[in-house]
């Protein structure tokens, strides 16, 4: 297992090599000047500009200020934001559980749903029933995030009034954030109807967010179900008398969910990245809106931070699930297939 780890680690280097170049080059071909945008309204001279120019270090060559971008990676430092002047490090912890929280209702709404899904149209193979959830499951993949997100929003906040249109708790709450993940804050504040609050602000943007993974969880877990199911074992169960249930349960599901757990982590990645487009639609105050606010404002340390640390957070989910499924299947880490 150590050697199946140090190889994956190998791996990793010219992966994060690649993606600092990747943070640090595509935020400078965004056309635009980051002082001005930093100044706002305010008119500066030649002079003036120049001056900011040099205290921020953006006069020097492109290489020399890659190396300093590196030489601060490498000492745990991810820069200071060009706008707020604030450490990027303490945005981050600040927005960072707003993201996560996003994502595990996102993901718990997925995976409970695309199980049942999966299993009942594997179960009733060929019946309306699973040509119903493949068709739906087709179409929730392929649905475009911006314009899901804001059907719901026109039809359940606007039409219906089931839910608030934006944000993670009302106004009318004033939560103190002790953990920074809203639900846990308002039910701890003891303010009545705060909880019910965060929880209606989470439904919509957890619902878009979780739509493409519940579709892929759904189809995983039916195609590994089908798979399953025509195993000897699981007639063996059959012919022995156990209940159908305990068969699929006990028997089916298990074995089923080996590929079903990697693609659910895979997807898990692919969530805590920053949800960019559900987090702009919806207003949510996490990773993805602060990176698109940042790329608007032309503040480069942030974008660099935000792209870097959504690549590692991606890339560590994928390493645990690579050892998972390497402890499940030791063929793996003996490199056999």
Request: proline share 4%.
């Amino acid at each position: 297992m150590l050697g199946f780890l140090l190889k994956r680690l190998a791996t990793l280097v010219p992966t994060l090599i690649g993606i600092t170049l990747v943070a640090f080059g595509l935020i400078r071909l965004v056309p635009g000047d980051p002082i001005e945008v930093m100044m706002g309204e305010r008119h500066l001279d030649a002079e003036q500009h120049a001056e900011l120019v040099h205290r921020m270090g953006l006069d020097q060559p492109l290489p020399v200020q890659y190396w300093h971008y590196v030489k601060g990676l490498l000492h745990g430092d991810l820069g200071q934001s060009l706008v707020s002047r604030e450490p990027v490090s303490k945005e981050f912890a600040a927005l960072f559980p707003a993201t996560v929280e996003l994502a595990l209702a996102a993901l718990t709404f997925a995976v409970v749903l695309g199980l049942l899904l999966g299993v009942a149209a594997a179960l009733k193979r060929g019946s309306l029933l699973d040509q119903g959830v493949m068709g739906v499951a087709t179409v929730g993949y392929s649905m475009p995030v911006f314009w899901w997100g804001l059907i719901l929003i026109m039809w359940c906040s606007v039409t219906l009034g089931w839910t608030p249109v934006s944000g993670r708790i009302s106004v009318e709450y004033d939560i103190e954030r002790v953990t920074g993940f809203m639900l846990i804050d308002s039910a701890l504040s003891g303010q009545e109807g705060a909880f019910s609050s965060a929880l209606l602000h989470l439904v919509l943007p957890g619902l878009v967010l979780g739509t493409s993974t519940l579709a892929v969880v759904a189809r995983m877990t039916r195609s590994s179900m089908l798979e399953v199911l025509r195993e000897d074992y699981v007639r063996t169960a059959r012919a022995k008398g156990l209940s159908p249930a305990r068969v699929v349960v006990v028997h089916a599901l298990r074995n089923a969910l080996i590929p079903v757990l990697t693609v659910v982590g895979l997807q898990t990645g692919s969530l805590l990245a920053g949800a960019v487009l559900t987090e702009t639609i919806f207003s949510w105050p996490g990773i993805g809106k602060w990176l698109i606010d940042s790329i608007a404002r032309r503040d480069y340390p942030v974008v660099q931070a935000g792209i870097l640390i959504s690549a590692l957070t991606f890339i560590g989910v994928n390493l645990i699930v690579d050892l998972l499924y390497g402890v499940v299947n030791p063929r793996i880490r003996g490199g056999g297939h």
